[in-house]
């Protein structure tokens, strides 16, 4: 098919993750390679109803690629949520002359891409958050930093209860997918993981793991928690601190509880971030550019592709409860 141009808007949406900017940069100079205009679009759908676009030249987007966050800034949208909204919207694309648009973010964030979609925009979706919960991509730009991050922080409070025979209560990112806390379980060998997809078990799944391997001679103890264990309804504890202590008046064992919060989202992305992103970004354009809209972009069997935003955004997630069973086999 014959390369058009057009210019393109990007945006950046939802939570923020290492490895946008990456996707941000690669899409920008691919656009601009095929002669279209790229337009970038500040602070998600808000700044697409607010009007907040300015024009993107090469040298606007460098300098970023190693950069956490997001240079277009990003930012969650209730009034995207209705069709005022959405038609002021589409209002300030058609007035800046662009009919396609490339949004980086998560699954809400494609659904929104999907209503503009409907409303004649072409839309590619690029999935960027740390939370790896998107069901039709094998893997989401950010996770691989964040998870780096948990890992690094998990290994330095595991000195410390190392050194005071301690049970350390570490609670993660992840609201409704665990895979975070899954990952970083098993590269550091967290002796019990609770994620919102697995009910659990206070005594058979904590208290017992933590018995029998004292009893073969363990004597500091990883517990990592996905947050959104405790927003589970039939959830026993309402906070890490809360289990922490239940823990400690249940085995006698000193406990601390640390939250990491925000540092999972920052810093540097790792090469797989950035690598990926820069795919994701290229192609993207590439798609527009070539006038092939609607597709939202995935890893699969571990290659980029791009999907029909309606199936995509059909696909329900599996969680891997097999590397589940994995990670409490071998963490002892
Ligand atoms: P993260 O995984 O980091 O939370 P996300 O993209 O899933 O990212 P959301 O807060 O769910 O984050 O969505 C971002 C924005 O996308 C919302 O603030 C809203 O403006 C828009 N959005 C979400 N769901 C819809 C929907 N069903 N229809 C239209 N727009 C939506």
């Known amino acids: 098919m ?14 923020d993750a290492p490895g946008m900017n990456a996707a941000i940069r690669a899409a920008v100079r691919s656009g601009l390679g095929r002669d279209c205009k790229m337009v970038g679009v500040l602070h998600g759908y808000q700044g697409l109803i607010e009007g907040e676009m300015q024009e993107l030249e090469l040298r ?38 662009a009919d396609a648009l490339i949004v980086i973010g998560g699954d809400g964030s494609f659904r929104g891409a999907l209503e503009l979609a409907r409303r004649g925009v072409k839309v590619v ?11 039709c991509s094998e893997y989401t730009i950010g996770f691989d930093t964040a998870m780096n991050t948990v890992i690094e922080m998990v290994d330095r409070l595991r000195d410390t209860a190392q050194s005071h025979e301690r049970c350390s209560v570490i609670e993660v990112m992840g609201r409704r997918c665990g895979n975070l806390a899954l990952s970083a379980g098993i590269a550091t060998g967290a002796t019990a993981v609770l994620v919102p997809e697995m009910a659990f078990d206070f005594e ?26 405790f927003k589970e309804e039939n959830s ?14 249940a085995s006698g064992i000193a406990t601390r509880t640390t939250v990491l919060g925000h540092v999972q989202r920052g810093g540097s992305p790792t090469a797989k971030d950035r690598i990926i992103a820069s795919e994701m970004g290229y192609l993207a354009a590439e798609l527009l550019a070539t006038d092939r809209g ?3 972009l995935a890893v699969r069997d571990g290659k980029v592709c791009d999907l029909d935003v ?23």
């Open 2 to 15: 014959n390369e058009t141009t057009r210019k393109i808007a990007i945006l950046s949406s939802g939570g």
């Open 204 to 229: 058979t799944d904590i208290l017992e793991r933590i018995a029998y391997t004292r009893s073969i001679g363990k004597r500091h103890f990883i517990i990592l928690v996905s947050e959104g264990v």
């Open 294 to 296: 609607n597709r939202i």
């Open 236 to 249: 026993r504890f309402s906070s890490s601190a809360e289990m922490s202590a239940a823990i400690a008046e």
């Open 310 to 332: 309606e199936e995509a955004l059909a696909a329900e997630r599996e969680f891997d409860y097999a590397l589940y069973r994995m990670s409490q086999g071998i963490s002892l």
């Open 60 to 97: 606007s987007v460098s300098d970023i690629i190693h950069r956490g966050g997001t240079t277009l800034y990003t930012a969650r949208s209730d009034e995207f949520l209705t069709e005022e909204g959405k038609q002021k919207a589409l209002r300030n694309l058609k007035a800046h002359g």
């Open 125 to 135: 979706g690029i999935p960027g958050t740390i939370d790896n919960d998107i069901a």
